[in-house]
């Protein structure tokens, strides 16, 4: 089932466009892009900063997978919840 956001609303009189939630996603595409590099580059860069902590190498792992899991949903147009 495919739902259509996309209306026109009258406003004193005139036709206002206003853009469907297919094309709000496509103007913040990037975003979800930046978030994947920023994710990865969390979780890659353990060897170049050189922790002596474990918990601070686990909460960089763990942050960065779920940054990558979340900006890997939002790049589907299914997910309304990330425009």
Do not use: K
Not at 38 to 65: E, F, H, N, R
């Amino acid at each position: 089932m495919q739902v259509d956001y996309e209306r026109q609303v009258s406003v004193d009189g005139q036709q206002e466009h206003i853009p469907s939630w297919q094309e709000r996603h496509a103007g913040v595409l990037w975003a979800h892009c930046v978030n994947l590099v920023l994710g990865a580059w969390l979780v890659a860069s353990l060897a170049a900063l050189g922790y002596q902590s474990t918990a601070l190498v686990w909460s960089d792992v763990l942050s960065g997978v779920l940054i990558l899991l979340f900006a890997g949903l939002s790049l589907s147009p299914r997910n309304l919840w990330a425009p």
